[in-house]
């Protein structure tokens, strides 16, 4: 089992910036693949960005391409989300969920955190 728990929502003006945390704990030794995926008030949960062990295949959503950046640090099994240049369209419950295989379907993520709340204002 693999426990994943989110931090560093909150609330921010667009154009401004956020990093949400990911601390994984439990049998992190396995090869899973990181991703973040959100959740806007009355829509779909939806593919944020996701990267692999190594860090050497990492994918986003056309949506946030170049405003954001996941990154890992496997020393302390914390994966990261750098959001800048933020845009209430963004406003969403982010999780964290980790799989064996990198995807972006929601449906077969194998762990999911509970998520943190990111509001952006106008």
């Known amino acids: 089992q693999v426990q994943l728990v989110e931090s560093g929502g909150g609330l921010v003006q667009a154009g401004g910036s956020l990093r949400l945390s990911c601390a994984a704990s439990?049998?992190?030794?396995?090869?899973?693949?990181m991703h973040w995926f959100r959740q806007a008030p009355g829509k779909e949960r939806e593919f944020v960005a996701r990267?692999?062990?190594?860090?050497?295949?990492?994918y986003y959503a056309d949506s946030v391409k170049g405003r954001f950046t996941i990154s890992r640090d496997n020393a302390d099994t914390t994966v990261y989300l750098q959001m800048n240049s933020l845009k209430p369209e963004d406003t969403a419950v982010y999780y964290c969920?980790?799989?064996?295989?990198?995807?972006?379907?929601?449906?077969?993520?194998?762990?999911w955190g509970k998520g943190t709340l990111v509001t952006v204002s106008s």
């Open positions: 969920a980790a799989n064996p295989f990198g995807t972006s379907n929601w449906s077969a993520m194998k762990y």
């Open positions: 439990g049998r992190t030794d396995s090869s899973l693949s």
């Open positions: 990267i692999n062990l190594r860090g050497s295949n990492i």
